[in-house]
């Protein structure tokens, strides 16, 4: 194993797959090339069946690529020890309901080889972190999906891994569940660690992660920063106000590339800075400026400009 | 070892649970309950039909437990995708296959031995109400040791029931592998005597027939071009369960030597052994 080498490695990763033998082969992976350097926030986005699921189940050791390689800390992801350093929460994480949390941890942490005496405070100190200390010995199926999320988080990091993945952790959850997730990832890499996670809730990544890779049909469309991603120049500019006449409006509103009446406040957004400063003076000699802003490309715009669709699904199995 | 012990300790937790093995339990008691009554109908010994009845009743449920168990407990794992979180973790997956398999041979084990104390009253029952209660029933009526054998034995017939469910259960689906493993364990109690009839019965037959000029015509002889080869694949690939079916020498007499045993032990655990090999080849392959 390299020392200096990154958290993962993918170079023409491709993973083909058959439903019935008399069916074609379906791709589901196509030359696939990913670095995710260590101590980064990585994420990994994509409409439904674009192959994150995919790339991510061969990373944990679920499935085999069928072409190409995947190494974990310069060590390919077919052998076991590899697995010592990835923690693992896959997509909407299931457990043993008769367990409680608990003995869940304990049972994952023996798994993980971690000593009995280890393994106590350990699950005291995981249960904290997940916010889950209170519920440590209720079975787990009276437990909410919010707290079985952050159980796989848990479950995850039992063995202290340097590299943490994550298949669409905020999935299904509501604003408060992610809002927690959210932080565990960020607490997670205050500890040091390397987060890589999938998802295609795109303000999550934009919030978070400090370089994020898109994929489309199992192709990598585009990584790095968010910086690098997203167009840097204004998209729009907006400018909204009140008191002005039918007249006045319908003339603005014939320049505009948008108009919206919300709540008694008039909105119009314009392509351009000399259409919206004829605007913003139309407001402050007839009515009352209210608001002036431009607006940047955001990843969710980037998304729809990159794959020209907004997440139909492709035909590959997974996600 | 560890893995493999927190798992099997897992799957006994999980299937200790599972309704069918109470449903299927419960009947066997009934089944036993039912033997005192043959017994009593009976012509022969009404305590050798209690024995014997009580002994197959054990084998039969005993492999049905392993079959419905048994079938279904890989697939449970991909259904419900617990896997996800076990083979993501630096575990092998001949650990994960060994820890399900010892895990439900536990789990059948212990319903064993509760069918086994059900069983051991019946006859305890059905000794004493016997024609003759001057004689001690602990000592000449029952075998006990030879009784407790005959349990070991069915307990090895089981262990190859669930190596095969675990084969089946690790590329099908649980109601294929139901199916290919009961069709496997009643195959399996024949198999012994259709290989017999086409290594040594027809032979012999058709060597007499010859001797004495006479021209076979029924449907063995007929075939037995056919029939020969495939007999021998079925006896060389299924188990062959008589190798634990020390029933009635344990009831009737003369008692089973010990290279029987030894022979049937041996054969369960090397049986077993590839049949787990073979799963673990096949599950190896596996994509979740």
Redesign the interface.
């Known amino acids: 194993m390299r020392s200096e080498a990154p958290a993962i490695a993918i170079r023409g990763l491709t993973h083909s ?1 058959q439903r019935n033998f008399w069916e074609k082969r379906r791709l589901a992976l196509e030359n696939l090339d990913l670095t995710v350097d260590r101590g980064e926030i990585y994420g990994f986005l994509g409409a439904n069946g674009a192959g994150k699921t995919t790339t991510i ?1 061969i990373l ?5 690529q069928t072409g190409g390689r995947a190494e974990i800390f310069g060590v390919p992801v077919s052998r ?2 590899c ?2 350093r ?1 923690g ?3 997509e ?5 309901e ?2 409680t949390a608990r003995e869940s941890l304990d ?2 942490g ?4 971690l000593p009995g005496s280890e393994r106590s405070p350990r699950i005291g100190e995981l249960l904290e972190f997940v916010g889950l200390a209170q519920a440590a010995d209720i079975r787990l199926k009276e437990f909410s999906k919010g707290m079985r999320q952050r159980l ?1 988080i848990a ?1 995850a990091i039992v ?1 202290r891994p340097p590299l943490v993945i994550l298949d669409e952790p905020m999935s299904g959850l509501d604003p408060i569940g992610r809002r927690q997730v959210r932080q565990a990832i960020l607490d997670l890499h205050a500890g040091g660690a390397t987060i890589f996670f999938s998802s295609h809730i795109l303000s999550d990544i934009e919030m978070i992660c400090h370089r994020a890779a898109l994929i489309d049909r199992g192709r990598l469309v585009a990584d790095g920063s968010l910086a690098e991603l997203l167009d840097p120049r204004e998209l729009e500019i907006e400018v909204g106000g009140t008191n002005l006449d039918a007249g006045q409006t319908a003339a603005l509103a014939a320049t505009a590339g948008r108009f919206l009446r919300r709540e008694g406040e008039l909105l119009f957004s314009f392509g351009d800075w000399e259409a919206a400063y004829r605007a913003v003076d139309v407001f402050r000699r007839h009515g009352r400026l209210t608001l002036l802003r431009t607006v940047k490309e955001s990843l969710e715009d980037y998304f729809m400009r990159s794959t020209g669709k907004a997440g139909d699904e492709t035909g590959a199995r997974d996600g | 070892m560890g893995k493999i012990f927190q798992i099997a300790k897992n799957t006994f937790r999980e299937s200790i649970r599972d309704k069918v093995l109470y449903v299927i339990a419960f009947f066997a008691a009934v089944m036993m309950l039912a033997s005192l009554a043959f017994g009593w109908i009976s012509i022969g010994d009404q305590l050798q039909v209690v024995q014997d009845f009580s002994l197959a009743v054990l084998s039969f449920f005993g492999a049905l437990m392993a079959v419905f168990i048994g079938a279904g407990l890989i697939h449970k794992e991909i259904d419900k995708r617990t896997i996800y979180t076990i083979i993501s973790k630096p575990v092998q997956r001949w650990q994960f296959l060994l820890g399900k398999y010892l895990g439900l041979l536990a789990v059948l084990g212990l319903a064993m031995i509760g069918m086994l104390a059900a069983s051991l009253a019946f006859v305890a029952y059905a000794a004493w109400t016997a024609k003759n209660p001057a004689i001690p029933i602990w000592t000449e009526r029952v075998a006990w040791g030879w009784y407790a054998v005959a349990m070991l034995m069915i307990f090895f017939e089981t262990m190859v029931v669930v190596s095969l469910a675990m084969l089946f259960g690790s590329v099908t689906s649980p109601i294929l592998s139901a199916i290919f493993t009961f069709t496997a364990y009643l195959v399996g109690q024949v198999s012994a005597s259709i290989n017999y009839m086409f290594t040594t019965f027809v032979p012999a037959k058709e060597s007499v027939a010859r001797q004495t000029g006479e021209i076979l015509t029924d449907l063995a002889s007929q075939l037995y071009f056919l029939l020969k080869p495939l007999s021998l694949l079925i006896y060389y690939l299924l188990p062959d369960l008589s190798y634990f079916q020390l029933r009635n020498q344990v009831v009737l007499g003369p008692p089973p030597t010990g290279e029987q045993i030894f022979t049937g032990m041996l054969y369960g655990a090397g049986y077993s052994l590839a049949a787990l090999i073979l799963a673990v080849i096949l599950f190896d392959r596996k994509r979740f």
């Open positions: 797959y189940k944990a050791g679920l499935q085999r076991p020890e697995r010592r990835i693992f929460m896959p909407n994480p299931y457990f043993y008769y367990l049972f994952y023996a798994l993980c080889d796989g479950q063995h």
